[in-house]
């Protein structure tokens, strides 16, 4: 079903309603639902949640902060370089797959409640580190599966065909280009 939205309830250009991620433009953009932007305005007015446009799949809701009165970039704005509506940094990108109702809510936990940003900062590292170090025994563990599959899945002749040491029976055909054994 579409309708054209009225100004004072949200964008002035053609919606669809009843999609499973709520209210979507004509390009099938999503739009935030007009009582999420609500709540956010009244409780967080420093904080925005848009649709971002990337390329390859990286689309989705970010959260933007709008720029502090003592940072720098402000003069650009007072002097009329740059548009206020862009005064704004990316904060956080959610996934694709997260709830509108979500979003509000994990601004009020992480955004609007630190109460020790440093101590927040370290723990995002230690998250960080965690995340990058069980990263690595995955790729660990999948490369010694894959060679250990290989090494189940070949002959020992094939292993000395590969490696040089023989040459392939009559019967058997062997591609020109495998080259010399390698561990993985």
């Keep these: 079903m579409a ?21 979507v ?66 904060v956080h990108k959610f996934a694709t797959d997260t709830r509108q109702e979500d979003m509000l809510a994990f601004i009020e936990n992480r955004m609007g409640m630190v109460k020790d940003p440093r101590k927040e900062a ?21 490369a010694v599966e894959k060679g250990t599959q290989r090494i189940l899945d070949e002959s020992d002749h094939l292993r000395r065909v590969r490696a040089g040491a023989e040459d392939a029976h009559a019967m058997i055909t062997v591609p020109e280009d495998l080259g010399p054994k390698r561990l993985l």
Excluded: C
């Design 122 to 142: 370290e723990r995002m590292i230690e998250e960080a580190k965690k995340m990058l170090a069980d990263a690595g025994e995955l790729a660990v563990e999948q």
């Design 3 to 23: 309708f054209n939205a009225r100004p004072e309830n949200g964008p002035s250009h053609v919606v669809f309603a009843g999609q499973p991620g709520g209210l």
């Design 25 to 90: 433009t004509v390009g099938g953009n999503p739009i935030l639902s007009p009582s999420v932007e609500k709540a956010l305005k009244e409780r967080f007015p420093r904080y925005r949640i848009e649709w971002l446009n990337a390329a390859w799949g990286m689309s989705g809701f970010v959260i933007k902060e709008k720029w502090k009165n003592e940072d720098p970039r402000w003069r650009e704005v007072q002097e009329g370089n740059r548009d206020p509506e862009k005064a704004f940094d990316i």
